[in-house]
């Protein structure tokens, strides 16, 4: 009966390869256009379902073979758990393929200098799913789209070394992660693994700083791809560290005081969580007219720093609830104050919580739009967000290859945070949520 199950599934892929081999292939068959630069295809929705099918197939012979081996062993194993995992598997395959088609076609375009992904002109070569450009087609892929972004950008020779050493911090750090991925453990990796960490993001904050606009020559306003970033980091730096201080501060001060008015302010911050922050633009804008900071990275900084203070309370009170009280009052009893405690014990003990706030804040800023858009007017004072705009608000002269590449390289930094410190967006998220 075995035999029978796997000699139908083996049929029934082949047959399916067969067929699509004869129109897959075959230009005749979807050569009708319903408008220009499209592709028709008759009945198009049935050779995606007869596709799943033609995979299940596949999977249901697989688990027909890999348990006929295991009886063959002695261990008897029925195929059905098996098939039905492989669907499941399958099902998240496709879901996982769909959540990252659209970066797919985004890297592609980076790499296209003639905006051929977005014309209307069909490309003529006789495989269906480039011709309908489905699957990215680059007839002549190039680095010109990336050459744009950093045209006309002078580094002194300081700039330079200090960009190397943030370099080489950078992969020693990628190192160190590549090593425990592949069995390596001890505490040694992991303060080794920090303090590149650590002189990484110092090297880098410098040389931002070090940065002025006078070194950004190049014509266009692509070639200010770089000044921007500059300009996302140190807002997103500093909104992240002034994040910090402030749930420190108020965190602490709920966690381990009791004063008139601290529940009502609890339910006041978690009030105000279910509002979206757009609907105080009008407010906040008005507020930094009034006080000369529009287009002012300052400015912009304090309208973050203000919509973190909520949640941040309440996350670092939680965690602060769940460490024991029996510390700060051995430590009180040795003769420490209040602010001693505060800054000699809790203050280390809740690092990872600090580097959560810190990253969720830092990431926020360094994707927001609108209120950047609203604040910041010159181009040398634009972010990453508001600059991407910029190549795509003509009809007729959107630069969607150099769009590509400067999303593509302003995603980079996000990409090399969340490696970095995936464990303590893991930790913080749980953190607080047992108290003991």
Do not use: C
């Not at 992969?171 to 650590?198: K, N, S, T």
């Not at 606009?213 to 996302?232: D, S, Y």
């Not at 008015?261 to 007219?289: D, E, H, K, N, T």
């Amino acid at each position: 009966m075995r035999l029978f199950w796997i000699l139908v599934s083996l049929g029934l892929v082949y047959g399916l390869f067969r067929w699509a081999q004869d129109h897959l292939f075959d230009p005749g068959s979807y050569k009708r256009q319903v408008a220009f630069g499209s592709v028709f295809v008759p009945y198009g929705w049935l050779y995606v379902l007869l596709g799943y099918l033609g995979l299940a197939a596949l999977l249901l012979a697989l688990s027909f073979l890999y348990t006929f081996w295991l009886g063959r062993k002695g261990r008897r194993k029925s195929p059905w758990p098996v098939f039905l995992e492989g669907l499941t598997h399958l099902l998240l395959w496709s879901v996982l393929l769909l959540a990252y088609y659209p970066v797919v076609q985004v890297v592609a375009a980076s790499f296209d200098s003639t905006n051929n992904l977005f014309s209307f002109r069909r490309p003529e070569t006789g495989f269906l799913l480039l011709d309908a450009k489905v699957l990215p087609y680059i007839p002549e892929p190039s680095l010109e789209n990336y050459a744009k972004l950093v045209e006309g950008v002078v580094l002194y020779p300081y700039q330079a070394a200090l960009l190397l050493l943030s370099g080489l911090s950078l992969l020693l750090v990628a190192g160190i992660g590549l090593l425990r991925r592949l069995g390596w453990e001890g505490e040694g990796l992991d303060r080794w693994q920090g303090r590149f960490l650590l002189a990484f993001a110092l090297l880098l904050g410098l040389l931002l700083v070090l940065l002025s606009p006078r070194q950004f020559t190049g014509q266009g306003t692509e070639t200010k791809f770089l000044l921007w970033v500059r300009n996302t980091f140190l807002v997103s730096g500093l909104t992240g560290l002034l994040a910090v201080l402030l749930t420190a501060t108020a965190g602490y001060a709920f966690a381990r005081f009791n004063f008139p008015g601290r529940y009502p302010m609890l339910l006041f911050f978690i009030f105000i969580q279910m509002f979206p922050g757009f609907l105080a633009l009008v407010a906040i804008y008005y507020l930094m007219s009034r006080l000369d900071l529009l287009n002012t990275f300052t400015g912009l900084v304090l309208a973050y720093s203000g919509g973190i203070i909520s949640f941040g309370t309440w996350v670092y009170k939680g965690y602060l609830e769940s460490i024991s009280k029996s510390l700060e009052e051995a430590a009180m009893v040795d003769g420490a104050t209040k602010w001693q405690v505060f800054t000699r014990i809790l203050l280390p003990l809740s690092t990872p919580m600090f580097v959560f706030i810190f990253l969720l804040q830092f990431v926020g800023t360094y994707s927001e739009f609108v209120m950047a858009n609203l604040f910041l007017t010159g181009v040398e004072s634009w972010t990453v967000g508001v600059g991407l705009r910029s190549f795509t608000t003509g009809q007729f002269q959107t630069k969607w290859g150099v769009f590509a590449a400067a999303s593509v390289l302003g995603s980079l930094p996000i990409l090399v945070l969340f490696y970095s410190f995936q464990q303590y967006f893991v930790s913080g998220y749980t953190a607080g949520a047992v108290k003991e």
